[in-house]
């Protein structure tokens, strides 16, 4: 599971390693040929020395021009070491593989996307020994694709556009033609990029729209997303129970996490069946609201996707 936006950025070239060398051609307008084959390398760059150096994403591909080694740096933030990291990975490579390094930067931060892009230059001014020139990804050249026929035309791009524009004013349009375009791909892929745009997207309201599409096409109950919001429960448990430091306090704290994991629970099944229409009832909001069984809780949710009544939740019990 990608836990975090850094990993993120980077990993979906992994998943899907044509997507790179098709930002390149598309985004950049960089004349990249198009590979024949595409292979993931060991992305440990560590000397004998006890210097740890590693890229985020390092993929080789065989093209007709040439063997090319892709290398994908996610990046938060401005951070100067890298000035310094970089020029330092490409020779390292052309050194172990003797064949030609492209560097690509991927940001969700205009302000980084301008920092990265600057041209790194080493040696005598007007006569440089070493030239690095980053080809960066970012919020400013990657398509924003809020329209469900461009998304369905090109899944993979699409979801590049989610985790490049999750902060902007049009996040909702983005996310909801993406889930489009999730559909013109197999179940294993689809839920593999759902994971990839969850850990991207650092905006509270536009996480909980993505986690609230998510769930009425199941990825949300299928991949693990409701077993993250069980555990998140337990850990403000474990976090309280810590604080206090006694039997009573953890076991005290564990409680109010989980009660709080249960309210999550609670609050999804009435959005879900809210956005399909459906009202609860007295009865049911009732019978939800004293549910103490998380796995029963989660049941529900999934049924609140497919019921035409929200008496049918209970129809099984």
Request: aromatic share 6%.
């Amino acid at each position: 599971m990608v836990g975090s936006s850094h990993e993120a950025l980077h990993r979906i070239f992994q998943k899907e390693p044509e997507l790179l060398t098709k930002a390149l051609q598309r985004v950049l307008n960089v004349p990249f040929p198009k590979p024949r084959e595409i292979a993931a390398l060991n992305v440990d760059l560590t000397e004998i020395e006890p210097v740890e150096r590693r890229v985020d994403t390092l993929l080789r591909a065989e093209t007709d021009e040439g063997t090319y080694l892709l290398v994908v740096e996610s990046q938060g933030k401005v951070d100067e070491r890298k000035r310094g990291s970089w020029p330092y990975y490409l020779s390292f490579l052309y050194e172990k593989y003797r064949c030609e390094p492209v560097l690509i930067v991927i940001t969700q931060s205009s302000a980084t996307a301008r920092w990265a892009s600057r041209p790194i230059q080493l040696g005598f001014p007007g006569w440089y020994s070493l030239t690095v020139r980053p080809l960066v990804l970012g919020p400013d050249n990657v398509p924003l694709i809020a329209d469900e026929w461009q998304a369905r035309q090109d899944p993979p791009l699409a979801v590049l556009s989610a985790m490049t524009h999750g902060r902007g004013p049009q996040v909702a349009a983005i996310l909801e033609s993406l889930v489009a375009g999730l559909e013109e791909l197999d179940p294993d892929s689809a839920a593999a990029f759902v994971q990839f745009v969850d850990s991207c997207l650092t905006d509270p309201q536009a996480k909980q729209i993505w986690r609230d599409l998510m769930t009425a096409t199941q990825y949300f109950f299928r991949h693990q997303v409701a077993e993250r919001v069980r555990e998140e429960g337990r850990e403000e448990g474990r976090e309280e129970g810590r604080q206090e430091g006694r039997e009573e306090g953890r076991q005290e704290g564990l409680e109010v996490g989980l009660e709080a994991g249960r309210q999550r629970l609670r609050e999804l099944i009435h959005r879900i069946l809210e956005s399909r229409g459906i009202p609860m009832t007295d009865a049911v909001r009732e019978r939800v609201g004293a549910c103490p069984d998380l796995d029963q809780l989660e049941t529900w949710a999934q049924r609140a996707v497919h019921v035409a009544d929200a008496a049918e939740l209970f129809s099984e019990e």
